[in-house]
T-cell receptor
Framework: GAVVSQHPSWVICKSGTSVKIECRSLDFQATTMFWYRQFPKQSLMLMATSNEGSKATYEQGVEKDKFLINHASLTLSTLTVTSAHPEDSSFYIC???????????FGPGTRLTVL | AQTVTQSQPEMSVQEAETVTLSCTYDTSENNYYLFWYKQPPSRQMILVIRQEAYKQQNATENRFSVNFQKAAKSFSLKISDSQLGDTAMYFCAFMKHVYSGTYKYIFGTGTRLKVLA
């Protein structure tokens, strides 16, 4: 399957600052990428679907002005958490769509802690 | 709306034994895909097995197999000869067609499986 990386793997920031998380497809041209968040001991919740060269499609209840997604190339999508607050602390996971049956390949995740 | 239900929050099994994780889903679609993913303590999501709804034959991957009952909308995962490395969170996922060429997953709440030595 495709290899997906995320950077950073963990980040700690102060409340009110912005944090950018990168998602890279290392060996596959990903026209579609997905961003999820996962709270402790909970399932993955889809935040948005990111299509290369166009605006992301956000799920209901996800603030697009707070979670900025940029999918500028077939190998890179970024998620910026703007004006982060402690309630934004979570595990953020990206995935790309491809392969047989449009299965998704997941990155290793980024743990965000907002103090 | 599609939903995915995993009714077993936690399960445990002795090493070398067999365990079955349950998953039910609700959809009005006829063609779709179902998946089981494993999330070990590292939190990396790993595909375990995939099932196409149009295939009547149950998918099998080594020690992992599914019991797919389309009419009942049931998709259980059987792990045979359980190993300590199978300890993980297991998520059932339904793939939903959103618009042309784009699909998204709907995940169940997960089952935490612990394999005991």
């Amino acid at each position: 399957g495709a290899v997906v990386s995320q950077h950073p793997s963990w980040v700690i920031c102060k409340s009110g600052t912005s944090v950018k998380i990168e998602c890279r497809s290392l060996d596959f041209q990903a026209t579609t990428m997905f961003w999820y968040r996962q709270f402790p001991k909970q399932s993955l919740m889809l935040m948005a679907t990111s299509n290369e060269g166009s605006k992301a499609t956000y799920e209901q209840g996800v603030e697009k002005d707070k979670f900025l997604i940029n999918h500028a190339s077939l190998t890179l999508s970024t998620l910026t958490v703007t004006s982060a607050h402690p309630e934004d602390s979570s595990f953020y996971i990206c995935s790309i769509s491809g392969g047989a049956g449009n299965e998704q390949f997941f990155g290793p995740g980024t743990r965000l802690t907002v103090l | 709306a599609q939903t995915v239900t995993q009714s077993q929050p936690e399960m445990s099994v002795q090493e070398a034994e067999t365990v079955t994780l349950s998953c039910t889903y609700d959809t009005s679609e006829n063609n779709y895909y179902l998946f089981w993913y494993k999330q070990p303590p590292s939190r990396q999501m790993i595909l375990v097995i995939r099932q196409e709804a149009y295939k009547q034959q149950n998918a099998t991957e080594n020690r992992f197999s599914v019991n797919f009952q389309k009419a009942a909308k049931s998709f259980s995962l059987k792990i045979s000869d359980s190993q300590l490395g199978d300890t993980a969170m297991y998520f059932c996922a339904f793939m939903k067609h959103v618009y042309s060429g784009t699909y998204k997953y709907i995940f169940g709440t997960g089952t935490r499986l612990k394999v005991l030595a």
